[in-house]
Every structure is written in structure tokens, then in C-alpha cells.
């Protein structure tokens, strides 16, 4: 439908723009919660439960000091 009154489509177009903030306010809202049940979520982690990995030898990691000598066949 055609609005050919300048005036009506004005607010025709002030209306929309109306519901599209609302719709983007309502997101916005939506992912503030989101946010702050993550940061929630976070601060009730606790660290101690995990391991760092630097407390762990990776997979296959010969340390230096455990490793007596190399069986290597040394030719002159």
C-alpha cells in the first residue's frame, strides 16, 4: 500500500523505525543476560580442579635428567 502523504509516511516511517529499536533494544537485553550468566558461570569455576599444563610431562617427553645414556653406536 502506497502512502502519498508526505506527512503519512513520515510516520509511517518513524513507526518503523520505532518497532526496530525496540527489536534490537530486546536483543541487546537478551545478550547482556547471556553475558553475565557466562561471567557467573566463570567466576564459580574453580582452578584448583584442574590441572595446569605445565604440571603435566606432554605425551612421549623424555625429561633429560630420567634418561640414563643414549644406546647410540658411535663410529669414528
Known amino acids: 500500500m502506497a ?5 503519512e509516511q513520515l510516520e509511517h516511517d518513524t513507526e518503523e523505525l520505532d518497532d526496530r529499536i ?5 536483543h541487546i537485553d537478551e545478550s547482556k543476560g ?9 567466576d ?4 584448583e580442579e584442574v590441572d595446569a ?4 610431562d606432554p ?3 623424555d625429561d633429560p635428567e630420567e634418561v640414563d645414556e643414549l644406546d647410540v ?3 669414528a
Open 3 to 7: 502512502v502519498e502523504d508526505p506527512e
Open 22 to 26: 525496540d527489536r534490537v533494544e530486546a
Open 34 to 42: 547471556k553475558l553475565k550468566a557466562r561471567q557467573e558461570d566463570a
Open 44 to 47: 564459580d569455576f574453580d582452578e
Open 53 to 56: 599444563p605445565e604440571d603435566q
Open 59 to 61: 605425551a612421549g617427553f
Open 73 to 75: 653406536d658411535k663410529e
